[in-house]
């Protein structure tokens, strides 16, 4: 059960003046409170922030701007209370519901419809921010959160009070967010969807200039079609929850401790394990946690290749085209069962993947991906917009596998650079399309040892960015 941090003395001063109690402790940084009322439990429900930031005057311009904006996509800022020297207190209206960090943790990448649902909120709400002269500093997955009702809502306004952010730096982080919660770049061009990248080529052009929230709106609006945003259910966000470790809670009301019976009955039968959020790009706002950032490499020297590394940093031998000893499919199958090297086994894992997505082959991709991961989540999707059809001719360079470290749960991370030749993508019906080169994209390939050997989790933004 999640056990509410207490309070200092002085929030604990506020929240009873404001006739509540502290439920549950949310985010990291252990000065985020949700409260409960101490009588009427049909009364509302509070979040408490606490903010260092020196109170003088422009302090106070800035409060009077935050509690007097009302929008439906921002939490609604009640008071703005000073604490002590260099402490400040917003007191908001609760806004139940998980966080989009916790949303895409328990989930495949989300769709272009989907993404395009995601943006037009948001953006939305940081234009509110912007025309009232203030700027959200802080955007992304783990400060949006989606209440029951599918309303999204940008929380945590605590850089808008200290002033720290820029309305270009909202965009950013916004188109940012973004692209992190879109799937891996890498299959998608593999399988030769050329049409599938056009929302990402989008974003990327914002991201090269002073980009306006109006501009994401047209931008994505032009790409493709919004779709609701499919949300798991409350216990498979609650594992996700756990292994984000970061960021706001995202326990909904019905969910957290120390709740009257009346709340917990309301949670009403369980539903599928994936459910669609009834809204429309109007009204839903989702962000995502991280950038996923494309680098064009030039291409490698003839007979050069880069160096990989194993999970302790040090080098391994270089990565080829393909493995010499054995050649083709069979050697690469060998780099799999060598637990030493995960970098050499993440370069084979990627040219393999190549070949199964070239043939439209799912027990193929299948036999790569640890099942009921989200990268085979995501490569079965792709495989079912495939709708059978191949790529001839297609190669898949890898340039580079450097191992980085592990994750909470103990699989290996690695970055892979890799380009793809030109090649003919054939439908079923024999009709043929001619799909060009492309430069060097990196990507962070998650692994897990398993009892067949390396196999590929998930597929992330190379650093480790998530959603």
């Given amino acids: 059960m999640h056990t509410a941090a207490p309070p200092p003395d002085d929030v604990t001063r506020l929240l009873q003046a404001h006739g509540t109690r502290v439920a549950s402790s949310v985010g990291t940084d252990g000065s985020w409170w949700v409260a409960?009322?101490?009588?009427?439990?049909?009364?509302?429900?509070?979040?408490?922030?606490?903010?260092?930031?020196?109170?003088?005057?422009?302090?106070?311009?800035?409060?009077?701007?935050?509690?007097g904006l009302a929008h439906p996509h921002l939490a609604r800022i009640?008071?703005?209370?000073?604490?002590?020297?260099g402490r400040v207190a917003l007191v908001c209206e609760h806004v139940p519901g998980p966080t989009l960090a916790a949303v895409r943790a328990a989930r495949p990448p989300l769709a272009d419809g989907e993404v395009v649902t995601v943006a037009v909120p948001v953006a939305q709400a940081l234009a509110e921010l912007h025309?009232?002269?203030?700027?959200h500093g802080a955007v992304g997955a783990d400060r949006v959160v989606l209440t029951p009702g599918g309303v999204p809502v940008l929380v945590d306004l605590r850089g808008a009070l200290r002033g720290v952010g820029t309305t270009t730096g909202d965009v950013h982080r916004l188109v940012a967010a973004l692209l992190g919660l879109m799937p891996p770049l890498d299959a998608h061009l593999a399988a030769g969807l050329e049409e599938t990248v056009r929302l990402r080529d989008a974003l990327e052009a914002l991201l090269r200039g002073r980009a306006t929230s109006q501009e994401v709106v047209e931008a994505?609006?032009?790409a493709a079609t919004p779709e609701p945003v499919q949300v798991p259910e409350a216990d498979e966000l609650a594992g996700a929850q756990v292994a984000l470790a970061a960021g706001r809670s995202g326990v909904a009301r019905s969910a957290a401790p120390d709740l009257p019976p009346a709340r917990r009955a309301r949670r009403g039968p369980r539903r599928r394990p994936w459910w669609p959020v009834a809204a429309v790009a109007a009204t839903v706002l989702v962000l995502g946690g991280g950038a996923l950032v494309v680098r064009a490499l030039p291409d490698p020297p003839a007979g050069a290749s880069a160096?990989?590394?194993?999970?302790?940093?040090?080098?391994?031998?270089?990565?080829?085209?393909?493995?010499?000893?054995?050649?083709g499919d069979a050697g690469d199958a060998r780099l799999l069962a060598d637990e030493r090297d995960p970098a050499a086994a993440a370069a084979a894992l990627t040219r393999l993947r190549a070949a199964a997505l070239a043939d439209a082959d799912a027990s193929g991709v299948a036999a790569l991906e640890v099942a009921g991961s989200?990268?085979?989540a995501a490569d079965e999707a792709l495989l079912a917009a495939l709708a059978g059809a191949r790529s001839d001719g297609l190669v898949v360079d890898v340039v580079?596998?450097?191992?980085?470290?592990?994750t909470p749960d103990g699989d290996v991370r690695v970055e892979v650079t890799s380009a793809m030749s030109a090649h003919v993508r054939v439908a079923p019906t024999g009709e043929r399309t001619d799909v060009p080169a492309t430069p060097g994209r990196t990507v962070e390939l998650v692994l897990r040892w398993t009892p067949d050997g390396w196999?590929?989790?998930d597929v992330r933004a190379p650093g480790g960015a998530t959603p």
């Fill in 36 to 67: 409960r009322p101490v009588e009427d439990d049909d009364g509302p429900w509070l979040e408490v922030l606490v903010a260092d930031v020196p109170v003088d005057a422009t302090l106070a311009t800035r409060a009077g701007l935050l509690t």
């Fill in 307 to 327: 160096p990989a590394t194993t999970a302790g940093g040090t080098a391994a031998t270089p990565i080829p085209a393909a493995p010499a000893d054995g050649g």
């Fill in 131 to 135: 025309a009232a002269g203030l700027a």
């Fill in 374 to 376: 989200p990268a085979l």
């Fill in 400 to 406: 580079s596998a450097a191992a980085g470290g592990t």
């Fill in 455 to 457: 196999r590929v989790w």
């Fill in 220 to 222: 994505v609006f032009a």
């Fill in 78 to 85: 009640l008071a703005v209370e000073p604490l002590g020297p």
